[in-house]
């Protein structure tokens, strides 16, 4: 081990030189990298934040929402009721009408015969009865 002594006793003020730089920047190298790590945990905590924010905000969204869709099901459920309710109408009208035109009909017959002369046998009953 002696021969690696008197190897390295001319560049032995080097070679600490060296190490020491290597030290020197080992020191910083790692307190640029602890700085680093903080500010990366710092970013994190502020991201955690503004999801924590954001998902307090979604959370009246998410109850906007289900209104919404509450709303939009009943909005559904009345369309159907109201197709429905038109069915019936048009159903009832339908049968309203051909009531009408039996009615137009008997009048009509009504009419005709009111039109004609009352027979005299009849006229006389009639008298009769006053």
């Not at 020491?20 to 680093?36: E, M, P, S, T």
């Not at 038109?86 to 009408?100: E, H, K, M, V």
């Amino acid at each position: 081990m002696k021969w690696l002594g008197n190897l390295l006793t001319p560049i032995k003020s080097e070679l600490f030189a060296m190490v020491g730089v290597l030290a020197v920047c080992g020191v910083g190298a790692g307190i640029i990298g602890y700085l680093h790590i903080q500010r990366q945990n710092d970013q994190i905590a502020a991201k955690d934040r503004y999801i924590g924010d954001l998902a307090e905000a979604n959370k009246g969204w998410v109850t906007y929402m289900k209104r919404r869709d509450q709303l939009r099901d009943l909005e559904q459920r009345n369309v159907i009721l109201l197709q429905d309710k038109l069915t019936l109408i048009d159903g009832q009208n339908t049968a309203l009408s051909a009531q009408i035109e039996q009615l137009e009909e008997s009048n009509a017959e009504v009419r005709e015969l009111m039109s004609r002369r009352l027979p005299a046998d009849l006229r006389r009953l009639l008298e009769q009865q006053k």
